[in-house]
């Protein structure tokens, strides 16, 4: 929605006109003329006024000032139709400004102030309370898009509980602050899945909790909108990753522990293992060295649960290259492998 044209406080002209006799039309002060109902000391009934900046008023006067139901025209293309109280723009009424926009509610001292809707030519529309012409209060933001918000309004923006519903079918409910999710909130995505925790200027930030639609959790830190910093992802198939996060991906130290069983502990890059790590097996062997892509590549140890040993070269999760095969009883072979073969 387009800023608010709220700062409507509307100096009117005054009139003063020197006592004469009963006459049909008289000069303003300040340049101007207002001709209708006009006794020979003052302005009573109805009145047409028009000033010369070029605005225009026309309604009843009573003793000199505006009062009862009027119409205020200004030289610019706004216009104020409604209720005028000791020569001010006081009641109920409605004020529509050149650019399109449109307010239509309740007025003090020429500013909304109450209850009333604004309408934005852009198709956005506020409405719920007033004060010193800016939202304020309870209210509802609509916007052109189809978003709708409302909640505790201040400074023209949500600020304090409030929810949204957005035109894609995503909810939110929870603290706002300058018009955005900040605080503790709730966000529910239509697809499936939702977000629980802590929101910055409208973005998942700090502790959270992300359920996925299909049926993936991640609770820990977060920023800018992904999961960043240290937390605990757990797979629908009962697969734990614990660890660090970057930008929604595992990254730096941590331990992954596969539906299997089967365990890595060690360092992540893009979400798969990547550099120096430990991967463990159900069945208890263990294997120690550098990890590529997510697989054994280059120099490792493996101690199997059989009491074998092998160190030297991996390629791809297999053994390849120079390396060294000890069995349980003290026998060793060494030489080169190739796709976990012995090459003799």
Known sequence: MTKFLFSITIILASITINPSAIAE????????????????????GKVVCTYSNGDRYEGPFVN????????YTFANGGKYGGTFTDDAIAGKGVRTYANGDRYEGEFTGGQPNGQGVYIGADGGKYEGQFTDGEP??????????????SGTV??????????????N?????????????????????????????TFEAGEF?????????????????????QPNGTGTYTFADGSKYQGAMSQGEFSGQGTFTEASGNTYQGEFAAGKYSGTGVYTFAN?????????????????TCDYSSGDTYQGEFLNGQKHG??????????????TWSSDEYQK
């Not at 000069?27 to 009573?44: F, K, Q």
Request: proline share 1%; aromatic share 10%.
């Open 169 to 197: 079918g995503d909810t939110y409910q929870g603290k706002f602050a300058n018009g955005k999710p900040s605080g503790q909130g709730t966000y529910t995505f239509a697809s499936g899945g939702s977000y629980q925790g």
């Open 64 to 71: 000199g000032k505006k009062q009862g139901q009027g119409t």
């Open 25 to 44: 039309k008289v000069e303003v002060s300040g340049g101007g003329t207002c001709e209708g109902d006009i006794t020979a000391d003052n302005l009573n």
């Open 136 to 149: 304020s209060g309870q209210g509802t933001f609509t916007y052109a898009n189809g978003d709708s918000c």
């Open 322 to 335: 120079s390396g060294i095969y000890t069995f349980a009883d003290g026998e060793a072979v060494e030489g």
């Open 284 to 300: 208890g062997d263990r294997c120690e060295g550098t990890f590529q892509d997510g697989q054994l590549s280059g120099q490792a």
């Open 205 to 225: 930030s700090g502790q959270g909790v992300r359920k996925y639609a299909d049926g993936n959790v991640y609770e820990g830190e977060f920023a800018s909108g």
């Open 154 to 167: 201040s400074n023209g923006q949500l600020n304090g509980e409030g929810e949204c519903t957005y035109s």
